[in-house]
């Protein structure tokens, strides 16, 4: 029988990647930590790390265990949370991983009623792209994700409740701008694992971008545009994080993201995980973020001119 103790370990020694950090992370002594790793070689008859230099690596026989301790320590600690919750809501706890603007836009007031309607829930949140967020939900890491996705498909494996469309947004100096107006313009597009979809878009106005720079972050992408440098597509979530003074935010039609709360297992879901889905319901109606035109914010305009670059963001 392996010791969850020591799988907990195993799993916190491979996530942070030494057995310092692990045990810092763990409010563990080094010894004690080196003495469970020990411990747990013993008991499986397998050797799961290696001595490098000052430090450790896992064998790959213990990146396989620490796989599986991940799975099993997050299936336990949910057992717990759910079995805490079932003599009533007073303390419990939900972990929930998100997109960033969906954390910084949405999430808040979400956080807001649950701490007035439940103040003995803990709430844990974790800055994860669509695909790692559901990767931790398979694995039993987080009791939710916020997710998005550009068809109207969701993964078989998973309960997917649509939240709300969000529209993507031109920006430019200019108001009442096309994809097309930049056909001939410089792009700067998200990174390679981001940008397909704006492509796409791009493709079915007629051209194919031509991307010249490559950035994820919503505000270095509207200071280029306030600078006059080019124009960018973003999502009027991420417009509502963030609002560059002397921007123009036009929304182009049929081009969209749908946004997803994302569970895992069979229904029902533990209460603390339904007390959280009951109050992002709430916040959705209360934000209403899918409005087509985020709201403006006080800028200085810029007298109008033609950009002659471009960008674009998967935030």
């Not at 749908?258 to 209360?286: E, S």
């Amino acid at each position: 029988m392996l010791d969850i103790v020591r799988l907990r370990i195993l799993a916190a020694v491979a996530a942070h990647g030494s057995v310092t950090k692990a045990a810092k992370h763990l409010k563990y002594s080094q010894p004690a930590v080196s003495h469970h790793l020990a411990r747990l070689e013993a008991e499986t008859g397998a050797r799961l790390v290696q001595r490098i230099g000052r430090g450790i690596r896992l064998t790959p026989e213990g990146e396989h265990l620490a796989r599986r301790a991940a799975e099993i320590v997050g299936r336990v600690d949910t057992a717990a949370a759910e079995l805490s919750a079932m003599v009533g809501l007073r303390t419990g706890r939900v972990r929930v991983a998100g997109f960033q603007s969906a954390l910084a836009a949405l999430v808040p007031h979400a956080a807001a009623t649950l701490r007035r309607d439940h103040p003995g829930i803990e709430l844990h949140l974790a800055d994860a792209h669509p695909q790692v967020a559901l990767n931790l939900l398979r694995d039993g890491q987080v009791d939710a994700a916020i997710i998005f996705r550009y068809d109207d498909t969701t993964p078989d494996d998973i309960r997917a409740t649509h939240l709300f469309d969000d529209p993507m947004h031109l920006l430019s100096l200019q108001p009442g701008q096309t994809l097309r107006d930049h056909r001939d313009s410089a792009w700067i597009a998200g990174c390679e694992n981001c940008r397909r979809e704006f492509v796409d878009a791009c493709e079915r106005a007629g051209f194919t971008p031509h991307i010249v720079y490559t950035s994820d972050d919503v505000i270095v992408e509207q200071a280029l545009v306030a600078a006059g440098m080019g124009v960018t597509t973003m999502p009027g979530l991420a417009l509502r994080t963030h609002r560059a003074p002397g921007i123009e935010a036009t929304p182009l039609p049929d081009f969209r993201r749908r946004v997803y709360l994302a569970t895992y297992g069979d229904p029902p879901d533990p209460p603390a995980t339904t007390a959280f889905v009951t109050a992002l319901h709430q916040a959705v109606q209360q934000t209403r973020p899918g409005e087509p035109t985020p709201p403006d914010q006080p800028s200085n305009r810029r007298s109008p001119k033609k950009n002659r670059r471009s960008t674009e963001s998967a935030n």
